[in-house]
Structure formats: structure tokens, C-alpha cells
């Protein structure tokens, strides 16, 4: 007997009859998987098809994307061979309710639970029995099959696990089946978190009671309401910010979901798409309806699509996971590269980044990372013609920098997209490149409308380093370590344009640092720092921003002070202030004589939250203005 049996694994497109109906060697099979309770239904054919098959549903099906060719006959028999036989008489053959989703215990099916307990423990393993159970006797037939199958609740944690996810979206939550497995899976930092979308309260309720139980309560935000106004609400702040996301809601609106996740997705980041088999319809034109339509097209339209690598995964009804490949452009908006992976050493001109950024080079190296240098080298020429006449080549030489900062930008991503181990470090950034760009217009190299345009091409580029490490050290002492690197370009160096430079680096330090987003290690570099002292400082992060002093020099500290700030501000900046009031606060303080600096932290950076943006916004102002009333007025003076 030449016989297959095909399978979707935990399919329920079983119509009992087709398949009773062929050989007889897989109706023994088939009967013992039910008396098991076994999710999978098998769909068997003869070599020769027609025999088994006068239903043209079981064509369709077998020739859908989804159908898989599991075992030769003889591996089944094989595996059901211990299989119990009891009460199967007793089943009602198509009651599919039955056997739709039961928790599996068989031995040989063990493998669908984790054994070791460490991405499902005990509480998540229970909870997940439980979201079954209730699933499936409290809810109707229809919606109950709502919910995803165990394997591929399985195959969710996988991927979210092997992909070291943290920040997860899920666009359907129902009663939360598969929220618990991607929960359970992510990332076990206080940074993890899975936002749910869904708009039926009830349902949200229940699972909301479910991640209670699986201790899992704290690392999800349910978004109540509408998944569209949800997902456009995220894009606002959160593109490129996601590294999994599950879509599992309507399907008339699959491309909508598809366009917008894969907007919010990472480069590298993954997207799983339900349902994609439909019962095999999304493969039988026979089916226009907007259901099998929604996700048709959206299949039709992934073929075609070079921002991601796509794989159908015949399991269930079908799913599709896609992998968000890096462009060729710096300027999309949802180009945020791999997390932790990106450093950027910032400092004034000689101050010490390309010794730096050697060291660390080598350090990461025996720490079992690749890293690799990305830096602009200019045309050695240019950079001449630019220090002997700024006012001439200001604007032109700035343009040049900004579009070698910007291919530093997509050939980093490249490089971090090849392997996990990769670790980019940028020597002077997009980021410093903009300071160089806007003290020089400052300065009168550039005419505003010129700065206007670089503004607005600068603005095209999506940078986001994982740590910025800012070097200090004063003018002067970059001045002296220039002269003695004695680069031929940079022999007319003047002191006023490194104090200009160091006045511009200080105010956008100031402004990344309270934006947020990046960490930010500031190191005293009157004495060089080492590699070794950054990354230690890095390995014990807990902080979103260090000010690291590794001398006793007190020169540069009071540059630096207004970053050092009572606890009560803290408490103060939640309460919502006036810029008066905050003015007054800075000054009773007594900040501006502050010249005790240690380690310091900034811990409401990592919950902006209690913070509103007009606070945000008051409090860099303000701080900025100190900075400039304080230290900068000379330099004011000086440039005017
Ligand atoms: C297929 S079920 C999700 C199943 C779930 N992922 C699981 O494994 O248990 C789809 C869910 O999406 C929700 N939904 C459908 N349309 C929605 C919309 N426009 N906004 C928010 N949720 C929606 C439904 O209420 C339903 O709970």
C-alpha cells in the first residue's frame, strides 16, 4: 500500500468523513489520535488521489500552502503503536469541540509542554491549561476556535525567546492564550513588555485575569479599543520600536495590520501572521469572501515584498513569520536598528575617541563580541580647504560630513543585521556631525536657509545608538592633544572654535540626555579613561545616564553639576510645575555652586510616564538656559 498521510498539525479541517473514507490503513491511526486526544486530524490520499478524495474541499486543502507531507504510513503506525484505544467507541466521530485544542498528556506528545520550566513555569503552565479549559467550555464553538493550538502557542514562545524579544505587540488578544505564551517567553528584564490590542471587553477581562495567574500581569498593557487607532496611536512614538509582533484580528484588514507592524517592527525584528491557510480557502479562488480575500492579498502582496523575509508555517490553520530586513536608506523612519548593539563615542575634535574606540575594539573582542569600527573619512584635501576658509566651504564641507555620517548609518545596520555577535562603534555619529554643522552656522559659516536645508536633510536620518559615550575634557586640553597628533589638516586649529564646538556638544549632550532615549555614559577625559573603566560602567548599567569622573580635576565639573539633582526633584517634576516655579527650585538649591560630582542618575528618564512632555520640555529649557547664563556667556560674547 503506497499510502501518505498528509497534515496540518493541529488542524481541525477534519470532515471525519473524508478521511474514514480512504484506505483503511489510516483509519486505525486516526481513531487512536481521537481516542487521544490528539489536536492533529490526518488527511490521508492514495498515491493515485482520486481514490480517497471525491471532495474537492480535500483537493484544495492538500494543495494549500499549509499541507504538509508529515509521515510515511509506516511512521505513524510507529508512533500510535502504544497508543490506548479506550472509549474512542464512545466519541461522536465529528464532534470537534471534543477534540479541538486538548491539553495534551500523552507521553509521546510530551514534547508540546517545556520541560525544564524555564519559559513556561509551573504558574504559566497552569494558566495556560486554565485559558484551554475555559476557552473551551465557556465560550461557543465558533469563538472558542478563536484561540491559537498548543503547538502553536509553543512555537510563539519559541520565537520570541530565540530572538531575545522584549518589546512584543499582539494585535488579538481574545481570552489570551497566546499573550501568555509570548509573555512568558520575552525577555526577563524590567524593560520587557507586551502591548495587547483588543476591543472586546469581556475578553479582555479574561485575560487579564489569565496573566494575573501567570504572574505575568506587570510585563502586559492591554490597549482597550479599536487595534487600527491603537496601532496608529504607537506610531506616533514607537516606529521601529518592536521586536515581535503577532497579528491575529480581522483579516479583511490584514494588509492594513502588515503595513503599520512592519512600520513599528525593528530591522531584524519578527512579524507572525495567523490564519494564514484559512482552511485551505486563501488557496481555492472558489472563496471571495472579504475573510480569505484579506488574506490572500496580503500573502499575494509578501511575495513581492523585499523589506522582509517570509516563511509559511504550515502548523494549525497556517501561519507566516516574517523577518524585517535592513534598506538601503538612512531615512526610514522605521529603521531602528538592533537593540544593544550600537555604540557612539561623541567628544570635541582630539579629545581621545579614536584611541577609545581601539581599546574597546579590542576588549569587546575577548568578551566573544565581533565589533567593528564605522567612522567618516573625509577627504583629507576637503577637511583642509574647510579649516583654511570655513566661511567658504562651511555649508559644502558640512553636506559632505552628513552624507558619510549617513551611509556610517546603513552600513552599521547591515553589519549588525549579519550576525548576532556584531557590535557596531561609531567614531562621531550623525549626532556629532549635527553639533559640528550647527556651531559652524552659529559661527557664520552658513547662511540660515543653508542651515534650514541641512536641518531638514539631517532630519531624514533615523539614528538610534544604544549608548552614547560622551568624552569631556576642556578646549584646551583637546587643543594640546591636537597639536601633538600633529595632523597636517588640523594645524590652524584655533582654540575659540574648539570652545564653540565644546559649547554645542555640552547643549545637545544636555538635550539627548533629557529626551531619554539613549544612555548616555559622560567620562571625565582630562586623564584618558580606559576601555576597561567604560565597560564596567556599562556592565553594571542600571542607570540611563552616568556622569563618570576618573580623576580628582574639579576643572570641568562645573560644566557638569546641573546633571547632579536632589531626589525630591524627582518627586517635584511629577507634581507639574510652572517654568517660574522650577527656576526658583533650581536656585534654592543652590545647584549653580554645586561642585560635588560622583556617579550620578537621572531614574526618571526610564519612566517618562509620570512626567508629562510640557514638563519634559520646561525642565531642558531651563536647564540649557542655565548652562548658557552659567558657563557659555563668554562664548556668546565671543562669537557675536
Ligand atoms: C483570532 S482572535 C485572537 C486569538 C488570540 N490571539 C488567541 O490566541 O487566543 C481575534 C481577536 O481580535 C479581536 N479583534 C477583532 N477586531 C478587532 C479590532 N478592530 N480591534 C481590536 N481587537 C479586535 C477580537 O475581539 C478577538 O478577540
Redesign the pocket.
Known amino acids: 500500500m503506497n499510502a501518505f498521510l498528509y497534515g496540518v498539525i493541529g488542524q481541525t479541517y477534519q470532515r471525519n468523513s473524508y478521511t474514514v473514507r480512504g484506505s483503511k490503513s489510516f483509519v486505525k491511526p486516526l481513531k487512536l489520535f481521537k481516542a487521544n486526544n490528539i489536536t492533529n486530524t490526518l488527511i490521508a490520499c492514495t498515491n493515485d488521489n482520486q481514490q480517497v478524495n471525491p471532495n474537492p474541499d480535500l483537493t484544495s486543502l492538500l494543495s494549500a500552502p499549509g499541507s504538509l507531507l508529515l509521515h510515511d504510513l509506516e511512521t505513524i503506525h510507529q508512533l500510535v503503536k502504544d497508543m490506548k484505544e479506550e472509549s474512542f467507541e464512545n466519541q461522536k466521530e465529528d464532534d470537534d469541540s471534543k477534540i479541538f485544542g486538548r491539553t495534551l498528556t500523552e507521553q509521546k506528545f510530551r514534547f508540546l509542554q517545556d520541560l525544564s520550566g524555564v519559559i513556561w513555569n509551573e504558574k504559566v503552565a497552569e494558566a495556560l491549561k486554565h485559558?484551554r479549559e475555559l476557552?473551551l467550555t465557556q465560550f461557543p464553538y465558533e469563538e472558542a476556535c478563536?484561540?491559537?493550538s498548543p503547538e502553536?502557542?509553543k512555537f510563539l514562545s519559541f520565537l520570541v525567546r530565540a530572538i531575545g524579544a522584549r518589546r512584543c505587540l499582539?494585535?488579538?488578544?481574545?481570552?489570551?492564550?497566546?499573550?501568555v505564551c509570548i509573555a512568558a517567553a520575552m525577555r526577563e528584564d524590567n524593560e520587557s513588555i507586551l502591548y495587547c490590542?483588543?476591543?472586546?471587553e469581556s475578553?479582555a477581562r479574561t485575560a487579564q485575569r489569565e496573566w494575573t495567574s501567570a504572574g505575568l500581569l506587570d510585563k502586559v498593557r492591554l490597549v482597550l479599543?479599536?487595534?487600527?487607532t491603537?496601532l496608529q496611536n504607537l506610531a506616533v512614538e514607537k516606529r521601529g520600536w518592536f521586536d515581535f509582533i503577532?497579528v491575529?484580528?480581522?483579516k479583511e484588514?490584514y494588509r492594513e495590520y502588515y503595513e503599520i507592524s512592519l512600520a513599528l517592527l525593528r530591522v531584524g525584528g519578527v512579524l507572525c501572521i495567523?490564519?494564514t491557510c484559512w482552511s485551505g480557502r486563501v488557496a481555492d479562488e472558489k472563496y471571495q469572501d472579504s475573510e480569505t480575500l484579506g488574506i490572500r492579498d496580503l500573502l499575494d502582496f509578501m511575495q513581492q515584498d523585499s523589506r522582509v523575509f517570509a516563511c509559511p508555517i504550515p502548523i494549525f490553520d497556517g501561519m507566516v513569520v516574517a523577518l524585517k530586513l535592513p534598506t538601503t536608506s538612512h531615512c526610514d523612519k522605521s529603521q531602528i536598528l538592533l537593540s544593544q548593539k550600537i555604540i557612539d563615542v561623541e567628544g570635541n575634535i582630539a579629545v581621545g575617541k579614536t584611541c577609545l574606540v581601539q581599546s574597546l575594539l579590542s576588549r569587546l573582542e575577548t568578551r566573544g563580541m565581533t565589533p567593528c569600527v564605522f567612522e567618516e573619512d573625509p577627504n583629507h584635501a576637503f577637511l583642509a580647504a574647510f579649516y583654511d576658509k570655513p566661511e567658504t566651504f562651511g555649508f559644502s564641507f558640512q553636506m559632505y560630513m552628513l552624507k558619510l555620517a549617513q551611509q556610517v548609518v546603513i552600513k552599521s545596520q547591515h553589519y549588525l543585521f549579519r550576525d548576532s555577535s556584531n557590535v557596531a562603534l561609531i567614531d562621531r555619529s550623525v549626532w556629532g556631525n549635527r553639533v559640528f554643522a550647527e556651531c559652524n552656522y552659529h559661527l557664520g559659516n552658513f547662511s540660515r536657509e543653508e542651515y534650514e536645508i541641512y536641518e531638514s536633510v539631517y532630519n531624514e536620518t533615523q539614528f538610534q545608538p544604544d549608548y552614547l559615550i560622551y568624552l569631556d575634557a576642556s578646549p584646551t586640553v583637546c587643543l594640546e592633544r591636537a597639536k601633538k597628533r600633529g595632523r597636517s589638516a588640523e594645524q590652524g586649529l584655533q582654540l575659540s572654535y574648539l570652545e564653540a564646538l565644546d559649547t554645542f556638544h555640552l547643549q545637545h549632550l544636555i538635550s539627548t540626555i533629557f529626551e531619554g532615549r539613549v544612555k548616555v555614559l559622560v567620562f571625565n577625559c582630562h586623564i584618558f579613561c580606559t576601555a576597561e573603566q567604560i565597560l564596567e560602567k556599562m556592565r553594571g548599567d542600571s542607570y540611563d545616564c552616568k556622569l563618570i569622573w576618573n580623576d580628582q580635576s574639579t576643572e570641568r565639573k562645573e560644566y557638569l553639576w546641573f546633571l547632579h539633582l536632589p531626589e525630591d526633584c524627582y518627586y517635584k517634576m511629577a507634581k507639574g510645575m510652572t517654568n517660574e516655579e522650577w527656576f526658583d527650585l533650581l536656585y534654592s538649591w543652590n545647584l549653580f555652586q554645586t561642585t560635588e560630582i560622583t556617579d550620578i542618575c537621572l531614574p526618571w528618564l526610564t519612566s517618562q510616564d509620570q512626567v508629562t512632555s510640557y514638563q519634559y520640555q520646561a525642565f531642558k529649557r531651563l536647564v540649557c538656559f542655565a548652562l548658557s547664563a552659567s558657563i557659555t556667556v563668554q562664548f556668546y560674547k565671543h562669537i557675536k
Open positions: 485559558i476557552t478563536m484561540m491559537i502553536q502557542g499582539e494585535i488579538g488578544t481574545f481570552t489570551g492564550y497566546s499573550s490590542l483588543e476591543h472586546n475578553y479599543g479599536d487595534a487600527m491603537a503577532f491575529d484580528a480581522e484588514k495567523d490564519d
